[in-house]
């Protein structure tokens, strides 16, 4: 079956980085797209980063651009989410996804909050 891990979240300082990583199962990773979305309590869930397979283009989320970089090991059947000069409003679970089978699967989240 489907198995999304994430970890890497934690307690940072404004300015500070992070990076999240996802270990994936289940399906042939290397060739689906990859998407790293957050979620803060009573509000939607929004589109991070994705990274598509083969020629592992991106994209980002417009509050983002700039500051984080998704990128993939096909290898090891992860992804990663390096986040940089983190913001206050980066506070959020964030959640692994992909799109299989017909359904979309996602981790258990990794909670990231940006605090002094």
């Known amino acids: 079956q489907v198995q999304l891990v994430e970890s890497g979240g934690d307690l940072v300082q404004p300015g500070g980085s992070l990076r999240l990583s996802c270990a994936a199962s289940?399906?042939?990773?290397?060739?689906?797209?990859m998407s790293w979305y957050r979620q803060v309590p009573g509000k939607e869930r929004e589109l991070v980063a994705g990274?598509?397979?083969?020629?592992?283009?991106?994209v980002y989320g417009d509050s983002v651009k700039g500051r984080f970089t998704i990128s993939r090991d096909d290898t090891k059947s992860s992804v990663s989410l390096q986040m940089n000069t983190l913001k206050p409003e980066d506070t959020a679970d964030y959640f692994c996804?992909?799109?299989?089978?017909?359904?979309?699967?996602w981790g258990q989240g990794t909670q990231v909050t940006v605090s002094s």
């Open positions: 990274i598509s397979a083969g020629r592992h283009a991106t």
């Open positions: 996804n992909v799109f299989f089978g017909g359904r979309d699967y």
């Open positions: 289940g399906f042939p990773f290397r060739s689906y797209y």
